[in-house]
């Protein structure tokens, strides 16, 4: 549009187009006014200062009875999702957007009004086409259907943020768990930071979800690192997130790290033994300044990050070999929670059996199993060195192996194989096609070399690795890292062995 006094000044332009230009620019107003369905005006501060005839048909879909009640008030409480006040405060027009509210769905174009020194004095919201719906169906169609993605991606990332476990997944009931939550509930309250000791698969990743659960930020995300199973050079990033531009092609656009993930909420930090040196210093200034520099950004960012950590390792022994820092281990130390090994609880075994049970067979659709008391005697034999992820495995491999419906000590024998005999007049006995059928199926922790065929030596050898692997990681329900440490080799060596032979989906 041109401004007023520009018009008045266009002496090259003959007296007719003047008139013209200049009648035009005056009435601009009035002939919106008109032409448009609707027109509001609100001041600066967001408050409604006039509208038009036009507008007042659409007072009654909004609820409101009389003008007075309309007119005055703040624009975003009577008329609900606008986005006036983000024009007033952005300086920036909205010149096409479809609004929806109780009265209906609406097309229009929202421009911010400035003084002559530029100055947001206001802004202008037009109504082009009420309920819109009919005479553009397309783009109503279009519109509806990105409304129905976010909907969906707004509800999967609540679903996401929503705990996935509490208190009452913690199943057990022996002294050693009954204690266990006691201090989870109360630290619970607390902000401190947590360090939850104990071997794999005794619960540590569960107890730290029922933790953030139970705490005032169940609200806020609940972040989950697994040191161990990020690659040594991606840890700083993954942590600390990358600033836009610091590195070309994909990632030029910047990341977030799970420090800003977790801004508000909970940030897991699992396997925090294997956490290298120099990073180690990095995370406690985090930890201690709660700020965070991200990656090729010299800005820092203020987060708000309660932290649970978890190891299998024996941390302490680490801070004495030099390999944790020892203020670290104290920062993250302020709460340790031990988390008993199933072995020291096998009173929970029956009620843990009868969880994960239902939870097979729910997930895999497969009938609901009775398991028989002979059969808790071969399993309290066994020393669960992959704890209930090892229960969950072994229960899982029993209901796939047979379809009875009853599961005794012996369909039992086919997946735990070491397991000694029980005494006599307990019904244990395995059935030689069984033992047999376990063979094939199942590597066996104590398997006895063939004793007819000499093998050649490195033939032999892969064998017996390929035993002891298959073992470790029946062992610890597939956990690698847990795997590797059994075996007392690396988990790179671990890897690549379970590449060379074959097992790398293992
Ligand atoms: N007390 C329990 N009640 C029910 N399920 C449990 C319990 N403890 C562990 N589990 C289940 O066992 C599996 C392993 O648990 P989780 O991952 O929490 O163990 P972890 O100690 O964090 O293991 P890791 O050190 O290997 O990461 C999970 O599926 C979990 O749901």
Redesign the pocket.
């Known amino acids: 549009m041109f401004p007023l006094d520009e018009i008045a000044h266009a002496t090259d332009l003959p007296r007719d187009a003047r008139s013209v230009l200049e009648l035009t620019a005056r009435s601009m107003f009035q002939l919106f006014a008109e032409t448009v369905e609707g027109m509001l005006v609100v001041d600066r501060s967001g408050r409604v200062v006039w509208i038009s005839e036009g507008y007042k048909q659409f007072l009654p879909g909004l609820g409101i009875s009389q003008e007075s009640d309309f007119v005055g008030h703040a624009v975003d409480e009577v008329v609900p999702n606008t986005l006036m006040r983000e024009v007033i405060e952005s300086g920036r027009a909205i010149l096409v957007d479809l609004l929806t509210n109780k009265a209906g769905t609406f097309l229009v174009s929202r421009i911010p009004l400035r003084d002559p020194a530029g100055q947001i004095i206001g802004a202008l919201g037009l109504v082009l086409m009420a309920h819109p719906e009919s005479t553009m169906q397309p783009l109503m169609r279009k519109f509806a259907r990105l409304q129905n993605e976010l909907n969906d991606a707004r509800k999967q990332l609540a679903e996401q943020r929503r705990p996935k476990y509490t208190f009452a997944?913690?199943?057990?009931a022996s002294p050693q768990v009954v204690e266990v939550k006691r201090q989870a509930r109360r630290v619970a309250q607390t902000d401190s930071s947590v360090l939850l000791l104990?071997e794999?698969?005794?619960?540590?990743?569960?107890l730290a979800h029922a933790i953030h659960a139970a705490s005032s930020r169940v609200g806020r995300p609940f972040i989950g690192v697994n040191i161990a199973a990020v690659p040594e050079t991606l840890l700083e990033a993954e942590f600390f997130g990358v600033a836009p531009g610091a590195y070309t092609g994909a990632d030029r656009r910047g990341r977030d790290g799970k420090f800003k993930l977790a801004d508000g909420g909970t940030l897991f930090l699992?396997e925090i033994g294997d956490m290298p040196a120099a990073l180690q210093a990095k995370l406690l200034r985090a930890l201690q300044e709660q700020e965070i520099e991200p990656l090729g950004s010299n800005q820092v960012i203020k987060v708000d990050v309660r932290v649970i950590a978890?190891t299998?390792r024996d941390l302490a022994r680490l801070v004495s070999e030099g390999q944790f820092r020892e203020d670290l281990y104290y920062r993250l130390n302020v709460v340790p929670i031990r988390l008993p090994a199933l072995r020291e609880r096998l009173g929970d075994l029956e009620a843990?059996v009868e969880?994960l049970e239902n939870e097979v067979a729910r997930r895999s659709g497969m009938p609901h199993r009775e398991v028989t008391p002979d059969a808790f005697a071969v399993l309290r034999q066994h020393p669960w060195r992959g704890n209930?992820?090892e229960l969950?495995n072994v229960l899982e491999q029993v209901m796939m192996l047979s379809d009875d419906l009853r599961l005794e000590a012996r369909h039992f024998r086919r997946v735990l194989p070491h397991v000694p005999e029980a005494p006599a007049g307990v019904a244990t006995e395995v059935a030689e096609s069984d033992a047999e059928e376990a063979d094939r199926t199942l590597p066996s922790v104590a398997a006895a070399p063939a004793p007819a065929a000499i093998k050649p030596l490195p033939e032999a050898i892969a064998e017996l690795e390929r035993q002891s692997i298959a073992a470790a990681l029946a062992a610890t329900g597939g956990?690698k890292l847990?795997a590797s440490r059994l075996l007392g080799i690396s988990r790179a060596t671990l890897y690549d062995k379970l590449t060379q032979l074959g097992l790398a989906k293992a």
């Open positions: 997944s913690f199943i057990g104990g794999t698969g005794t619960g540590k990743e569960l699992d978890a299998s843990l969880a209930i992820r969950r956990n847990a």
